[in-house]
């Protein structure tokens, strides 16, 4: 559908790269175009952060003769150049990892005080990369769909396809790109193609003018193997595209085929539930010299003995605080220590009947620390209950399970959790809704290991292969 519009006589397109350098991927795409189409026009905008790149880029357009102006200086998150501006194209390869720290405050103020009206408003990633910042400031360039809309190609490492737990700024972004079913294709690249890293890298084409048979899916590329190597190498750079993979991973894009370098998905199923699986709290109690003794590590217990207070006021404080340690250690002393209560309520019973009997007050903390140190989990005790009667979770015991967004949450505890541990529930109230790519798990392989006579045959000669070594060094 681009070779079409862009192959029309006299057409006037737009391009924009937050992140341009000294303007080389505008310069490449504007010499793709003309080779399309002598007669179209590209106008092409940018904004560099480093003055050197920046002068450089502006030079380069006024030698060709296109509108220096359209090239703006600064940080393209906290002082955006080309607020008001709307491309058909968008393409950059930021900086990977980049700490956008510099600019927090503005970001941070654009989110909370404009949230979709501005450009951040999912949400923001981690300050140490702000390599999402750029998709969402990518986005905010691009046509309304009844205008034409837009289509953008940016390079990321691997990073942006999956970090950030369920919640987080990363995942919301995520979610929001894919639930407006605005993430088309990503394209992961062979490693050591860029200069300054050997790490594998990803193009990730986002538009909000999908095919219709594009409609509510995404296309995942391995072009992991396409390429030729490089002759003298660059830096980390010892890989390129060639023509042929060139046109070859273009090619699976325009087919839309899956096979074996090409997967397609539903939206949905890059996202997923953040379940909290919680377990009853169960406990014992016994007042036993041993569990008494672990008063001592209860900062409660330990503050009856701290003050703020100055002179006679502080002394004092910290004499009452000596008394009821002393009247909680009578009272504890009065149990029978060999008793093991398995309900918590029947404890507190009998400790609220001594601690009257006692003529004493217990905070909520103080008698929170003894509950605290005479306990230990019990499987086989009661279910411990707050005021309202409903069963408390075991904190230790809580646990987290992601489950696929198109699975009922009910029936994948049914089968994967109620069958190791029966008295587990759901607390739907912490449920949270998440977004990653799992790429690299979509396309594995599994390579059976290697029988173990021809391991063994292996072991065996490099033994004699030793002993012959070891042999000639003796001789």
């Keep these: 559908e681009d070779d079409t519009s862009l192959t029309a006589p006299g057409v006037v397109k737009t391009i924009y790269d937050p992140a341009c350098g000294t303007g080389g991927m505008l310069s490449v795409a504007e010499e793709y175009l003309l080779s399309m189409n002598p007669q179209a026009k590209l106008a092409v905008y940018g904004q560099e952060l480093n003055d050197e790149s920046y002068a450089i880029c502006k030079a380069d357009m006024l030698i060709k003769g296109e509108e220096a102006g359209n090239i703006k200086s600064g940080n393209s998150f906290s002082a955006d150049g080309l607020p008001s ?8 390869n930021p900086p990977f990892g980049v700490d956008w720290s510099k600019a927090q405050k503005e970001v941070n103020e654009e989110h909370e005080k404009l949230g979709f009206a501005g450009r951040f408003g999912p949400g923001t990633p981690r300050k140490n990369d702000g390599s999402l910042l750029f998709l969402l400031h990518m986005l905010s360039k691009m046509k309304p769909a009844d205008q034409g809309g837009s289509r953008l190609a940016i390079v990321f490492n691997g990073s942006p396809l999956f970090t950030g737990a369920a919640g987080s700024g990363e995942s919301e972004i995520r979610r929001w790109v894919i639930e407006n079913d605005w993430l088309e294709a990503i394209v992961a690249l062979p490693d050591q193609m860029f200069y300054n890293t050997g790490i594998s890298t990803y193009i990730w084409l986002v538009t909000n003018r999908k095919a219709p048979e594009r409609k509510g899916k995404v296309q995942l590329i391995n072009g992991v193997d396409r390429f030729q190597k490089m002759r003298k190498s660059l830096g980390d750079k010892r890989k390129e595209l060639g023509d042929d993979d060139i046109a070859f991973l273009t090619r699976l894009y325009a087919d839309f085929t899956p096979g074996d370098q090409v997967k397609i998905f539903d939206n949905e199923d890059f996202g997923f539930h953040r379940i909290t699986v919680e377990r009853p709290l169960r406990l014992n109690f016994q007042a036993s010299p041993e569990r008494t003794e672990r008063l001592e590590n209860e900062t409660a217990w330990c503050n009856l003995l701290k003050t703020k207070k100055k002179g006679e006021k502080g002394e004092q404080e910290i004499a009452e605080g000596k008394a009821l340690q002393a009247a909680v250690l009578e009272i504890l002393g009065s149990f029978d220590e060999s008793v093991l209560y398995k309900s918590r309520d029947e404890f507190e019973k009998v400790l609220k009947k001594k601690v009257k009997a006692k003529g004493i007050k217990l905070g909520g903390s103080v008698r929170k620390a003894i509950l605290s140190a005479l306990s230990e989990r019990d499987e086989t005790a009661e279910l411990c209950t707050n005021s ?88």
């Design 388 to 475: 309202k009667g409903e069963v408390e979770p075991d904190t230790d015991l809580r646990d987290y399970e992601n489950v696929p967004l198109k699975e009922d949450i009910d029936e994948y505890m049914a089968r994967e959790v109620l069958p190791h541990v029966p008295d587990a529930w759901v607390d739907h109230d912490k449920t949270k809704v998440g977004y990653e790519i799992p790429f690299t798990r979509h396309f594995y392989v599994y390579e059976p290991p290697r029988p173990l006579d021809v391991i063994e045959a292996e072991i065996r000669d490099l033994e004699s292969e030793i002993q012959g070594m070891l042999a000639g060094v003796l001789a």
């Design 85 to 92: 501006l709307k491309v058909d194209y968008l393409i950059s």
